[in-house]
């Protein structure tokens, strides 16, 4: 019996619209660096390409290279909250880490028997999902009523198009699906189009703010109960997320609660934090 010959499948070369040398991406970690804090890895050249490339496209630029002089010129000033966007990772869900909340639940609880009003900064808010996960908590925790309470919570991020999104606190019929048994209706009033918008008890307690964590000073004029900055300093080397953690420490309270992402650890920091619980921290004595 013959045998057949080998099957020999034609090559397919991949060719990309634009040229992106190492030293356009190079450029590119830099400048994202310098802007956002941001430490890109060398595997994500891929993923930077087909995210700007778009911008280009947009700007009818002739490849990286301009678009590059471009962002450096006095005239792409505004596209530098463009490009920030695109390289920013907004993935979030409702009530993702889902064991924080019983934690803040217990000590909005303890801390509302004090009196006075209670704050939380939530520092990476992206499309609203966790804001929104801490304001359901404190309706939860303080009572169940539906009532605006006497608490604020600040939601925080870089790019401005996904605090857009929060503002506005419309959302996907399979994003709410993930909400705890009840929620989606005692929280969120059903649009005509499908989708789902927060109720404005919710809307009300969410002031929505663009702050970027690395710049030298923060337009934040008061002191939190809790601070939520979950799953965004992965992206930065340890002398940001030092730096970040060093300017929390005065605007968190004596018994404050940071809650982190759960691949996050700064045991570096132990001058100014220390470990309460799986992944939050409690303020240590500073210096």
Request: glycine share 6%; net charge positive.
């Amino acid at each position: 019996m013959n045998k057949l010959p080998p099957l020999t499948l034609p090559k397919i070369e991949f060719t990309r619209e634009f040229p992106f040398t190492d030293a356009d991406f190079e450029r590119i970690r830099k400048l994202i660096h310098k802007e956002a804090g941001i430490a890109l890895n060398p595997s994500k050249k891929d993923m930077v390409y087909g995210r700007l490339v778009r911008r280009i496209r947009d700007l009818k630029l002739a490849g990286f290279g301009a678009y590059l002089d471009y962002l450096e010129s006095l005239q792409g000033k505004k596209e530098f909250e463009q490009f920030v966007n695109a390289l920013t990772t907004n993935l979030t869900f409702f009530f993702r880490e889902e064991h924080h909340f019983p934690m803040l639940a217990e000590h909005l609880k303890k801390k509302s028997a004090a009196g006075g009003e209670l704050s939380i900064w939530c520092a990476a808010a992206s499309t609203g999902e966790e804001p929104y996960s801490l304001a359901m908590t404190v309706l939860e925790s303080l009572g169940g009523s539906m009532r605006t309470p006497a608490v604020s919570i600040l939601a925080t991020d870089l790019d401005t198009s996904v605090l857009e999104t929060g503002r506005k606190g419309i959302y996907p019929a399979d994003k709410i699906a993930r909400l705890p048994a009840g929620h989606a209706s005692r929280y969120f009033d059903k649009l005509p189009d499908g989708q789902y918008q927060a109720k404005a008890v919710l809307r009300n307690m969410i002031t929505f703010q663009r702050l970027n964590l690395i710049e030298a000073a923060w337009n934040v004029r008061k002191t939190f109960d809790a601070i939520f900055c979950r799953n965004v300093m992965i992206y930065f080397d340890r002398d940001t997320q030092l730096a970040v953690l060093k300017k929390f420490h005065p605007l968190l309270k004596q018994d404050g609660l940071l809650f982190v992402g759960h691949s996050e650890n700064f045991y570096f920091a132990s001058d100014y934090f220390k470990l309460r619980g799986k992944t939050v921290y409690e303020k240590a004595g500073g210096r």
